[in-house]
């Protein structure tokens, strides 16, 4: 008789179940290894492409923003307002009760996100005379006017949501406040948004 190794053939001539085992765990792993391959390039491309990612942040030189004026700058493809706001300004969106918002919550990415609307939220910390807000209105994504509306804030023109000025919605459909994007100011007169 001749001897038959145990590895090739199980008990009546049956393969090996081990075997056949790590044959299947090798070529599931490699059919795994060739559709992650396939996958890669459809993947790849739902990231940001370079010209977004140069935008992740920005840098603001706020020496030539004047007192009431407010600029535009682009960052992550999305307007961001930045008020110099005036004394006066600043004093009637302080005095606004929290009971009169439409949305208590400060929207702030600089603050924790149960923070009370206040103004002293919305605005810089120890800089209050600056308001960054993200220029989307919260409602169907449109670009508010700036220094418009009935409470001296943005108005958005499409459907009539009414902000204060600190960027709270105080009428109309919009349900949330501008939103405050992540910013800390490097100097007096420079800013970092992102």
Same mark, same amino acid.
């Given at each position: 008789?001749?001897?038959?190794?145990?590895?090739?053939?199980?008990?009546?001539?049956?393969?090996?179940?081990?075997?056949?085992?790590?044959?299947? @765990?090798?070529?599931?792993?490699?059919?795994?290894?060739?559709?992650?391959?396939?996958?890669?390039?459809?993947?790849? *491309?739902? /990231?940001?492409?370079?010209?977004?990612?140069?935008?992740?942040?920005? #840098?603001?030189?706020?020496?030539?923003?004047? #007192?009431?004026?407010?600029?535009? $700058?682009?960052?992550?493809?999305?307007? $961001?307002? $930045?008020?110099?706001?005036?004394?006066?300004?600043?004093?009637?969106?302080? *005095?606004?009760?929290?009971?009169?918002?439409?949305?208590?919550?400060?929207?702030?990415?600089?603050?924790?996100?149960?923070?009370?609307?206040?103004?002293?939220?919305?605005?810089?910390?120890?800089?209050? /005379? &600056? @308001?960054?807000?993200?220029?989307?209105?919260?409602?169907?994504?449109?670009?508010?006017?700036? /220094?418009?509306?009935?409470?001296?804030? &943005?108005?958005?023109?499409?459907?009539?949501?009414?902000?204060?000025?600190?960027?709270?919605?105080?009428?109309?459909?919009?349900?949330? /406040?501008?939103?405050?994007?992540?910013?800390?100011?490097?100097?007096?007169?420079?800013?970092?948004?992102?």
């Amino acid at each position: 008789m001749e001897a038959t190794s145990t590895h090739d053939v199980h008990e009546h001539g049956a393969p090996d179940p081990d075997r056949r085992d790590f044959l299947f @765990l090798a070529t599931g792993a490699a059919a795994a290894v060739g559709a992650g391959f396939l996958a890669w390039p459809f993947i790849a *491309q739902m /990231n940001p492409d370079a010209s977004e990612l140069a935008l992740s942040s920005t #840098e603001i030189d706020l020496s030539q923003v004047a #007192e009431g004026q407010v600029i535009t $700058v682009k960052w992550r493809g999305k307007p $961001v307002f $930045v008020w110099n706001r005036t004394k006066d300004q600043i004093e009637k969106a302080k *005095q606004v009760p929290l009971g009169d918002l439409v949305d208590p919550m400060a929207r702030n990415e600089n603050l924790e996100p149960d923070a009370p609307a206040t103004d002293a939220n919305r605005a810089a910390e120890g800089k209050e /005379n &600056w @308001l960054i807000v993200v220029g989307v209105c919260t409602h169907l994504g449109c670009v508010p006017l700036a /220094n418009s509306g009935d409470f001296g804030g &943005w108005l958005c023109p499409c459907h009539g949501s009414h902000y204060d000025a600190a960027g709270r919605i105080r009428r109309g459909p919009a349900p949330q /406040n501008l939103d405050i994007p992540p910013y800390a100011f490097e100097s007096d007169t420079k800013v970092k948004i992102g």
